[in-house]
């Protein structure tokens, strides 16, 4: 399997250090890279229920089949799905804005 992973050198002083993404080291992690590792998987996670809750939502409503009350479930399922994917994405530039504020980059 080694053939598929690329190996990336980076020279340190005299010595040439290989990059195993398999292997953690904690002197390799920062702060900084661990929590945006995670805000950035916890919105993405939340960003594909949104998204699959808006599908269901979609779908309810467009089974509703004349039943008003399957009908307003649906379309207010519809208009949650949607609140919540602008407050994820609101979060995620909240989140990107802070990061860069804290760390002095303003990319």
Known sequence: MNWLVERAHAA???ETYTWN???????????EALANTVINWVLLVAMILAVI??????IVY???GGNPDAAKK?????????IGIVIIALAYVIA????????GTSS
């Open 62 to 64: 467009i089974t509703a």
């Open 12 to 14: 340190v002083g005299d």
């Open 96 to 103: 990107y804005s802070v990061g860069n504020l804290l760390s």
């Open 21 to 31: 993404p398999l292997t953690l080291r904690t002197e390799d992690v920062t702060l």
């Open 74 to 82: 649906g379309q207010q399922g519809v208009i949650n799905a949607i």
């Open 53 to 58: 809750y808006l599908i269901y939502a979609g």
